[in-house]
């Protein structure tokens, strides 16, 4: 019995994470983004509007594109019980810059209505933990996404 449990973590170990497409990861990255323009239950015109450019900025996406991937993206984090399926997908799939740039696009929705909630802030460094952001890369983002 034992022998078979080994064998099947062996295997599972073994097997490459499947492929995300590039439009699964963006669902992704959005869908950390919505949570941080929601976290504190005040999704503005304003964080929408942001999160917009950051989609069109990031992954070089048309108005329209953007617009739907924010939808399905607020659609996915409605339904999710945690942030776990989104940042494991980001952990999984996603490089250092990949990251990093996350960071700056969540620090850019919480800096959106010139007003930094606790929670969103909250919501910010729990993903970055999440997903293994240093601390300084943490620092930076923060900076460049104040200085517009």
């Known amino acids: 019995m034992l022998s078979k449990i ?6 599972t170990l073994q097997e490459p994470a499947p492929t995300l497409s590039h439009e ?7 869908a950390l983004m919505v949570e941080v323009a929601a976290i504190d239950e005040h999704f503005s015109d304003i964080e929408l509007a942001a999160l917009g450019q950051e989609m069109q900025r990031q992954f070089r996406l048309p108005a329209d594109t ?14 999710a019980a945690s942030l776990h399926q989104f940042t494991q997908l980001v952990n999984d799939h996603c490089d250092t810059n990949e990251k990093f740039e996350l960071m700056v696009g969540m620090w850019r929705i919480a800096f959106a209505d010139n007003h930094l909630d606790k929670y ?29």
């Not at 699964?24 to 959005?30: H, N, R, Y």
């Not at 953007?66 to 339904?79: G, N, Y």
């Open 24 to 30: 699964e990861k963006q669902l992704a990255a959005c």
């Open 66 to 79: 953007a617009s739907e991937l924010i939808k399905r993206a607020r659609v996915e984090q409605d339904r």
């Open 120 to 148: 969103e802030e909250y919501m910010v460094r729990k993903v970055s933990e999440l997903i293994y952001v240093g601390h300084s890369d943490f620092i930076r983002s923060k900076k460049i996404a104040k200085q517009g």
């Open 6 to 11: 080994q064998k099947f973590f062996e295997k």
